[in-house]
């Protein structure tokens, strides 16, 4: 299980601000500008080429 997989399944904490059944935001732990998002797909996606 990926890093962002045990975020977006609650094992890892992380200050979310928005969820819904695609994706998750939350905010970087170590950002980079005042407002650092980091948007992930609920779905697994392997390769670039099969987003």
Do not use: N, S, Y
């Not at 299980?1 to 970087?28: G, N, S, W, Y």
């Not at 407002?35 to 080429?49: Q, S």
Request: one cysteine or more.
């Amino acid at each position: 299980m990926t890093l962002f997989e045990k975020i977006a399944a609650r094992e890892i904490p992380a200050e979310i601000v928005h969820e819904d059944d695609l994706c998750i935001a939350f905010h970087d732990i170590e950002p980079q500008a005042p407002t650092h998002v980091l948007v992930i797909p609920r779905k697994p996606i392997p390769r670039v080429g099969e987003a």
